[in-house]
C-alpha cells in the first residue's frame, strides 16, 4: 500500500491504518534495503541488478495491492505512473549512480505535476482529497464535489495544498542528491527509501487534517451543512 493511502486509512481507520502504514514502511524501505544490500555481495558494482532487485520489491507490493482492491483510484494511478518512470530509469540507466540520479528526480517530477494541476486549474489535490475523504462512495463524493463548487475558498486551499506538495516533493529531490553525494550506495538507498516514504506520508497527513480544520471552521461560520463534512 502506498504511503499516502496507508496515511488516510490510518485517519479513518487507526488501528488498521497504522498497520498497513508500519506494513508499507517495512517493506518499501527495509525491504528494498535488505534486498539490495544482498544482491550487492553477489553482483558488486557497476551490476545494476541490486538496483533492478530492490526496485522490485515495492512493485510486487503494489501489484498485490491492486489486485486485491480489484481498483484503480487516483492514488494507485500516481502510484502505478511513479513506478514506471522507476522502471524506465532502472532499464536505460548506464550506473548505478546515474540510475539513482534519475530516482531522485522522481520526486521533482511529481512536484511539477502537481504544480502544473494549478496551471491549468485543475488542482491535483481535489481528487486526491475526494478519494481519501470519501472513497468511492458515490454520495459522498457527490456531496464533496456540490460543497467544492459552492465554497470557491475551499478551491483555493486545494490549489495552495498542491503548491504546498511541489514545494515539498522538489525539496526532496535536493536532500536525496545532497545525500546520495556525501553517502555509500546502500546507506543512500536506506535513507532515500525512509526520505520518499517519510514525506509522503506526513504530506498527506498534513493535508487531511488541514481539510478537516477548514471544513470545520466553514461549519462554525454556517457555510458548511454538518452532513456535509468531509471527514
Not at 71 to 84: E, G, K, N, P, W
Not at 205 to 219: D, E, M, P, T
Amino acid at each position: 500500500m502506498s504511503a499516502p493511502a496507508a496515511v488516510a486509512q490510518a485517519e479513518g481507520k487507526p488501528v488498521s491504518g497504522l498497520v498497513s502504514l508500519l506494513r508499507s514502511l517495512v517493506i518499501n524501505v527495509l525491504g528494498s534495503w535488505l534486498v539490495y544490500v544482498a544482491l550487492e555481495r553477489l553482483f558488486p558494482a557497476p551490476s545494476l541488478i541490486p538496483l533492478w532487485g530492490s526496485a522490485a520489491v515495492p512493485t510486487a507490493d503494489l501489484a498485490f495491492e491492486l489486485w486485491k482492491r480489484r481498483s484503480v483510484d487516483v492514488v494507485a494511478m500516481i502510484a502505478l505512473s511513479q513506478t514506471a518512470a522507476a522502471i524506465l530509469i532502472s532499464l536505460f540507466a548506464h550506473t548505478p549512480h546515474a540510475s539513482m540520479v534519475g530516482h531522485a528526480w522522481q520526486a521533482a517530477g511529481l512536484g511539477l505535476v502537481f504544480a502544473g494541476s494549478v496551471v491549468l486549474g485543475r488542482p491535483l489535490m481535489v481528487p486526491l482529497a475526494r478519494q481519501a475523504l470519501c472513497g468511492d462512495d458515490p454520495v459522498r463524493r457527490a456531496r464533496f464535489d456540490a460543497t467544492l463548487e459552492s465554497q470557491p475558498a475551499l478551491r483555493r486551499q486545494m490549489t495552495w495544498i498542491s503548491l504546498a506538495w511541489t514545494a515539498a516533493l522538489c525539496s526532496e529531490t535536493g536532500v536525496r542528491l545532497v545525500i546520495l553525494r556525501h553517502t555509500s550506495p546502500a546507506t543512500y538507498l536506506l535513507i532515500a527509501n525512509a526520505v520518499s516514504w517519510a514525506v509522503p506520508s506526513m504530506l498527506g497527513l498534513a493535508s487531511l487534517r488541514y481539510g478537516k480544520w477548514i471544513a470545520r471552521r466553514l461549519r462554525e461560520r454556517g457555510l458548511l451543512a454538518r452532513d456535509a463534512d468531509a471527514s
